[in-house]
């Protein structure tokens, strides 16, 4: 491990918190149409929505499949960006832009998390999208422009408020599944798209609500602590096959995979796609080796 990961503390997952909550009704699973492929199952895979009034439910079924998880995606929706750069993104050196990501992501809140598991052994894929309760939109900083996209595709920021979970909750469930830490069980490939946020707040989550690294050495050491050193963005796998189209859905729908059924578009339906066209890209396009894009994530290098 590189030893300025020093410089970001072990924290210990945070205590136990009592959940008793209901919400008016049951949220139904969202369905996507998986393709058929050598790689891929052939069945629909259930996102599962995840409330106040089912968290534990559905956490017990995250720890179940979890344990045999070879592939795991992940994507965060949270409120847009506050500090922006003074000048060109692509003139920004990498430790700029890290510095663009943390004073985003410590002054913000996550709003959902969505979390895919595939397990290629066996053809397996389920999904689960976790509701952050802990925005509140008159006291937390946002983007307003950032807050209509997200309402456009789906997401209710009340219905968060009133009936999610809190980010804590979820860290204590991300640790119990084994998915991150220093317990995490087998060797396992994590994946995301654009994702310099996408991974920092996820890191934001696992470490309690923490300031992050104060620098990128600090940030990959974070990294590799907690999710382990196979980490790939779709979008820098993407960017390297000739004539492949910008953006995860254009990805998604350029490759022939079809669009998701019944679901509001949120965090969990990229995460699924992006797994879909992780495993396209890697034992198509790519030839099954992806060693070179390995840690290269959209948004910092």
């Known amino acids: 491990m590189n030893p300025a990961a020093a410089m970001f503390p072990m924290f210990p997952p945070p205590p136990p918190l009592p959940f008793h909550y209901a919400f008016p009704m049951q949220p139904p699973p969202y369905f996507y149409h998986a393709p058929m492929s050598p790689v891929w199952p052939s069945s629909a895979v259930p996102v599962r929505s995840v409330w106040a009034s089912n968290f534990k439910h559905e956490?017990?079924?995250l720890r179940h499949v979890a344990s045999?998880?070879?592939y795991v995606a992940v994507n965060v929706h949270y409120p847009g960006v506050v500090h922006h750069p003074?000048?060109?993104h692509n003139a920004l050196t990498v430790e700029e832009r890290y510095a663009l990501v943390k004073a985003n992501v410590d002054?913000?809140?996550p709003l959902q998390v969505g979390i895919a598991l595939y397990d290629s052994d066996g053809g397996y894929l389920d999904a689960w999208e976790f509701n952050l309760r802990d925005f509140r939109p008159q006291a937390d900083p946002h983007d307003e422009n950032s807050l209509?996209?997200?309402a456009g595709r789906g997401l209710d920021v009340g219905a968060l408020r009133d009936h999610g979970v809190s980010a804590d909750m979820l860290d204590k469930k991300l640790f119990e599944s084994g998915l991150v830490g220093a317990r995490r069980g087998r060797s396992r490939s994590w994946i995301t798209y654009a994702g310099a946020y996408h991974v920092?707040?996820?890191l934001k989550i696992v470490t309690g609500g923490a300031p992050l690294p104060r620098d990128v050495a600090g940030f990959n050491g974070a990294v590799r602590r907690y999710l382990g050193d196979q980490v790939y963005d779709v979008a820098t796998m993407a960017a390297g096959c000739p004539a492949m189209p910008l953006g995860l859905e254009h990805i998604a729908d350029y490759l022939g995979f079809h669009p998701p059924l019944g679901s509001p578009r949120l965090a969990a339906a990229a995460g699924v796609r992006a797994?879909?066209?992780f495993m396209r890209l890697k034992y198509g396009e790519l030839g099954g080796d992806v060693r070179r894009y390995r840690g290269l994530l959209k948004g910092l290098h």
């Open 200 to 202: 920092a707040y996820l």
């Open 275 to 277: 797994l879909q066209v």
């Open 148 to 150: 209509a996209y997200l």
């Open 86 to 88: 003074s000048q060109d």
């Open 107 to 109: 002054d913000l809140k």
């Open 59 to 61: 956490s017990a079924n």
């Open 68 to 70: 045999r998880a070879q």
